[in-house]
T-cell receptor, first 112, second 113 residues
Framework: QKEVEQDPGPLSVPEGAIVSLNCTYSNSAFQYFMWYRQYSRKGPELLMY????GNKEDGRFTAQVDKSSKYISLFIRDSQPSDSATYLCASFSDTGRRALTFGSGTRLQVQP | EPEVTQTPSHQVTQMGQEVILRCVPI?????FYWYRQILGQKVEFLVS????????KSEIFDDQFSVERPDGSNFTLKIRSTKLEDSAMYFC???????????FGQGTRLTVV
């Protein structure tokens, strides 16, 4: 069983739409959750960082973590063509392996 | 804004040759990592380094790989005898503390021919 799973997409939306990106995870020890944006052949760029359950908002981005269902989400409001990229969720625990475990990424295309 | 820098951006090497990938982590960060991403696949953890020693490594990080922090600013990944399957993007990352955000460099694309 993969520790972090994402739908690979591609997810195609019109400009201005609200985008919902999701991950599930299996490791109950995961406490820290991140969303990264990755453009083609570039390094992951940190978008959101959350600890445990709850919501966090930063500009057009909102991250949600539901530890009871092991489900993490990223919402993008007023999506722009420049948001077209692959979105990676990642997590780590404070016990055992502390390195990030990544999902496989969801490719998002925002059509102008 | 502080950033993780990696050199070179692209390296082509012949199978069996040694390569060294270089990284300059963010100043005053204490935890350093190497990850790799084979084209079209997920980002995979290789090794973490703290207090001048390896703190974790994955199954991928076998005897062909080694890491070093030769001075106060550089962090290197050496692959002793490259194989075709080592072709990938290699990312360096650093963190101020173990529970804080990890910041990634732009990567080195390694092509083994």
């Amino acid at each position: 069983q993969k520790e972090v799973e994402q739908d690979p997409g591609p997810l195609s939306v019109p400009e201005g739409a609200i985008v919902s990106l999701n991950c599930t995870y299996s490791n109950s020890a995961f406490q820290y959750f991140m969303w990264y944006r990755q453009y083609s052949r570039k390094g992951p760029e940190l978008l959101m960082y959350t600890y445990s359950s709850g919501n966090k908002e930063d500009g057009r981005f909102t991250a949600q973590v539901d530890k009871s269902s092991k489900y993490i989400s990223l919402f993008i409001r007023d999506s722009q063509p420049s948001d077209s990229a692959t979105y990676l969720c990642a997590s780590f625990s404070d016990t055992g392996r502390r390195a990030l475990t990544f999902g496989s990424g969801t490719r998002l295309q925002v059509q102008p | 804004e502080p950033e993780v820098t990696q050199t070179p951006s692209h390296q082509v090497t012949q199978m069996g040759q040694e390569v060294i990938l270089r990284c300059v982590p963010i100043s005053n960060h204490l935890y350093f990592y190497w990850y790799r991403q084979i084209l079209g696949q997920k980002v995979e953890f290789l090794v973490s380094f703290y207090n001048n020693e390896i703190s974790e490594k994955s199954e991928i990080f076998d005897d062909q790989f080694s890491v070093e922090r030769p001075d106060g600013s550089n962090f290197t990944l050496k692959i002793r005898s490259t194989k075709l399957e080592d072709s990938a993007m290699y990312f360096c990352a650093s963190r101020a503390g173990w529970g804080t955000e990890a910041f990634f460099g732009q990567g080195t694309r390694l092509t083994v021919v």
